[in-house]
């Protein structure tokens, strides 16, 4: 199969050529579902796990049979995530965000599938997202169910360990901080209130599997969708990727914005090779010209 149509950006950003007209008639023709990664959100300060090569720029994430097995991972996913709330709690929407909310109140977008969990679909007032792998605003307990907001979670968080408050720790992907082992060793982990179960965050770790009615719901979008339109993601993780594989079997284009590789390049009917907020702020200019 040949490669996808790519499109480079010269020095002033501009296209050079026309895949990213290809997404714009893409829009045109319906609304499409829009795959969302990390990519869209390194703006708002949240970084991403992969480079532009698609490997990894940091440590391996948590292990979801790891976390429910040792005391010792949730001391230290709960001590990192202390200091990675916040970002992600005070973090704001970008260009892309905001250009995709704009583009589904004017009919063009009919589903955002996203693999992030930080919330920012929701914060630019898209009312239309599938959260895929749960988000970080929420916390479940294993045993009762209670769902608890993050942010009553850091204040248990605060008060059971009030000596760290201060320290410095520099974010880290996915609403991770890198914190010092010798901070976390004795770091004392809260329990759920209601039952004294384990607090896990609502999301998806890596060795998990994503609900199947998740899945479901995105493929039936996709179904009925014009295309599909990934956004920021290399892809690489099997869970976002196997959307792109769907969209092919059911006939459907697939395109994506993204700086860098993707798992699904050889699949691509399009790939605009540039900064995802600079291209949807384009894309929203074009089609919504009165905004
Ligand atoms: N913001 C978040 O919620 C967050 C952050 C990190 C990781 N995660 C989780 O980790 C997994 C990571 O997979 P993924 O595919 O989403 O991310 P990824 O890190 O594997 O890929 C991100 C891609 O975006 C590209 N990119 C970075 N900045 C860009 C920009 N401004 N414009 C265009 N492209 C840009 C990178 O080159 C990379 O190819 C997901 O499952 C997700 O749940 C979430
Ligand atoms: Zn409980």
Redesign the pocket.
């Known amino acids: 199969m040949a490669g996808p149509l790519k499109m480079k950006s010269n020095e002033a950003g501009r296209a050079t050529d026309n895949a990213g007209d290809r997404v714009g008639k893409l829009l045109e023709r319906g609304p499409v579902v829009v795959l969302?990664?990390?990519?869209?959100?390194?703006?708002?300060g949240?970084?991403?796990?992969?480079?532009?090569e698609?490997r990894w720029?940091g440590a391996q994430?948590i292990q979801h049979s790891d976390f429910l097995r040792l005391e010792s991972v949730r001391q230290r996913y709960w001590a990192r995530s202390f200091f990675g709330w916040p970002t992600?709690a005070r973090a704001a929407p970008g260009r892309?965000h905001h250009a995709l909310a704009q583009l589904e109140r004017a009919g063009r977008v009919e589903l955002i599938v996203?693999?992030?969990?930080?919330g920012?679909h929701h914060k630019a007032g898209s009312a239309s997202v599938l959260e895929?792998?749960g988000g970080?605003a929420a916390v479940i307990c294993l045993s009762c169910r209670a769902r608890h907001p993050r942010a009553a979670v850091q204040d248990w968080l605060h008060a059971a360990n009030p000596e760290l408050a201060g320290n410095p720790a520099p974010v880290a992907?996915?609403?991770d901080a890198h914190v010092a082992a010798e901070l976390y060793a004795g770091f004392r982990v809260p329990a759920c209130p209601a039952c004294g179960g384990l607090l896990k965050p609502d999301?998806?770790f890596?060795g998990d599997s994503v609900p199947r009615e998740r899945v479901a719901s995105a493929m039936a979008a996709i179904k009925a969708a014009a295309g599909l339109l990934v956004?920021?993601?290399?892809?690489?993780?099997y869970?976002?990727f196997r959307f792109v594989e769907f969209a092919r079997r059911e006939g459907k284009p697939v395109m994506a914005?993204?700086?860098?590789?993707?798992r699904a390049d050889h699949l691509l009917d399009a790939k605009v090779?540039?900064?995802?907020?600079?291209?949807l702020d384009g894309l929203r200019m074009r089609l919504m010209p009165a905004t």
């Open positions: 969302s990664g990390a990519g869209l959100s390194t703006a708002s949240i970084p991403d796990y992969r480079d532009c698609g720029k994430p992600v892309g996203t693999q992030n969990v930080d920012l895929l792998h970080l992907p996915d609403g999301v998806v890596f956004v920021g993601s290399s892809l690489m993780v869970s976002g914005v993204n700086l860098g590789r993707t090779e540039q900064d995802c907020d600079a291209f």
